[in-house]
């Protein structure tokens, strides 16, 4: 099956208060459907254990047209555009189920890790993912190079509890997109949408550990920001998010 599909219905409670789904909602899904996909051909989380390797998000790069809104229903493509021996692209299209409109495309990099070494893993030898290769067209832009904020840049520190690690004891993609969007507040999201997100992952944060999430101007680009996440001097991800208006006149 080269292309999974995942069908779904967007609720009042995993809305925002603008009535849309949350960018980290959106992210979650993103990974889940990925999963999803990767478990129906035989290379997902449990069969990878078997070798002691785990997948690793490692780029992300999401084209929003419009956010899914509340009580609507919503259709996640998912496809494997290229395979090497350290990363495996994989791409997204989110389709309005009633209207067969494209509302964002997203680009994915993966890799499989050494669960002890942290090392990446040959890729190429796993024929199921190479096998699935799909060359359907994508309308979105994969993400550019992203650089670390600047002496000066705005932010706040939180540590990281509980809630916010997982299987593996790292902190979570969910947590770094909700540490990010929360760098502005509501009257922002009020006035202004998210239209482009690019994270890039540098390393994994754990349970306890202080960070600072910070965010700049992004130099000649209207609208948009350069965001960074660090422990101590370490940087955890960088990511660039961009804004526009949103349309007040209801159309």
């Not at 090497?84 to 680009?107: C, P």
Request: aromatic residues 10%; charged residues 25%; proline residues 3%.
């Amino acid at each position: 099956m080269k292309l999974f599909v995942n069908d779904f219905y967007l609720t009042a409670a995993e809305v925002n208060a603008q009535e849309e789904m949350p960018l980290s909602r959106l992210v979650t899904l993103i990974i889940d459907t990925a999963t999803g996909h990767a478990n129906l051909l035989g290379f997902g989380y449990a069969h990878m254990m078997e070798s002691n390797t785990s997948w690793v998000l490692s780029r992300l790069s999401i084209d929003i047209i419009r956010m899914p809104g509340v009580n609507q229903s919503y259709r996640l493509l998912t496809w494997v555009e290229s395979v090497n021996r350290i990363y495996s692209e994989r791409l997204f299209e989110l389709k309005d189920t009633e209207t067969g409109e494209t509302v964002a495309w997203a680009h994915t990099v993966w890799m499989a890790i050494d669960m002890d070494s942290r090392r990446p893993t040959d890729l190429t030898c796993h024929k199921a993912l190479v096998d699935v290769i799909n060359d359907r067209p994508f309308g979105g832009v994969k993400g550019g190079k992203l650089q670390p904020v600047h002496d000066g840049a705005e932010g706040y520190d939180y540590r990281f509890k509980v809630s916010d690690i997982d299987v593996n004891r790292h902190v979570t993609t969910r947590r770094y997109i909700d540490l990010i969007t929360d760098l502005w507040p509501l009257e922002k999201y009020m006035a202004d949408r998210v239209t482009r997100f690019e994270i890039a992952f540098k390393h994994e944060a754990r349970y306890g550990q202080e960070s600072l999430t910070l965010m700049e101007p992004t130099a000649a680009v209207e609208g948009a920001y350069d965001a960074e996440i660090r422990v101590g001097d370490t940087s955890c991800a960088l990511a660039r998010i961009s804004f526009s208006h949103r349309d007040m006149s209801g159309e």
